[in-house]
């Protein structure tokens, strides 16, 4: 993978950040108490959002401090049993304090992802674990909720 690869998948995740931030500012507390996808409040996805990026974050500290390339994997069924977990500590997080986490989340890991060196980027792609690298995929996910939801204009 190429430096254009990489500027590429920087700018996505920056985007997606941008995009985090515009609609979290925009919201006001009764938009983000609201349920817009049962049974997730709009600072409940923020504050999903938020820990998803940090854990993200965590397990690329966890493969530097052992001497890995990469981190471990974390198989789906396992993630979902963590969202399972965590759902109501998210719903339970203070509105813009949600929305507040999910940003400097995001301004971290990315800020993180930038340093990773472009063969290591390009095995995970290779092996499908693009979302190592490649936060926005997640986000969007949730943007796209997010964005339904709350329409500008």
């Known amino acids: 993978m190429g430096r254009g690869a990489e500027d590429e998948i920087a700018e996505r995740n920056r985007a997606s950040a941008d995009r ?8 006001s507390d009764e938009e983000l108490s609201r349920t817009i996808d049962p049974p997730w409040t709009a600072a409940g996805l923020f504050a999903h959002i938020a820990f998803w ?4 974050l965590e397990r690329w500290k ?3 401090e052992r001497g890995e390339r990469t981190p471990i ?7 979902e049993r963590i969202n399972d977990a965590s759902l109501d500590q998210w719903m339970s997080i203070p509105l813009k304090a949600a929305v507040e986490q ?3 989340a995001a301004a971290e890991v990315d800020a993180y992802l930038g340093g990773i060196d472009d ?10 674990r693009r979302r190592l690298v490649d936060r926005s995929i997640h986000r969007g996910d949730h943007l796209g909720t ?8």
């Open 146 to 153: 997010l964005e339904s939801a709350f329409p500008t204009g």
């Open 62 to 64: 966890l493969a530097a």
């Open 102 to 104: 999910c940003l400097v």
């Open 119 to 128: 063969e290591v980027r390009s095995d995970l792609i290779a092996e499908g």
């Open 20 to 27: 985090l931030r515009a609609i979290g500012e925009r919201l």
């Open 53 to 56: 990026d940090r854990f993200v």
């Open 73 to 79: 994997s974390v198989d789906d069924a396992f993630m």
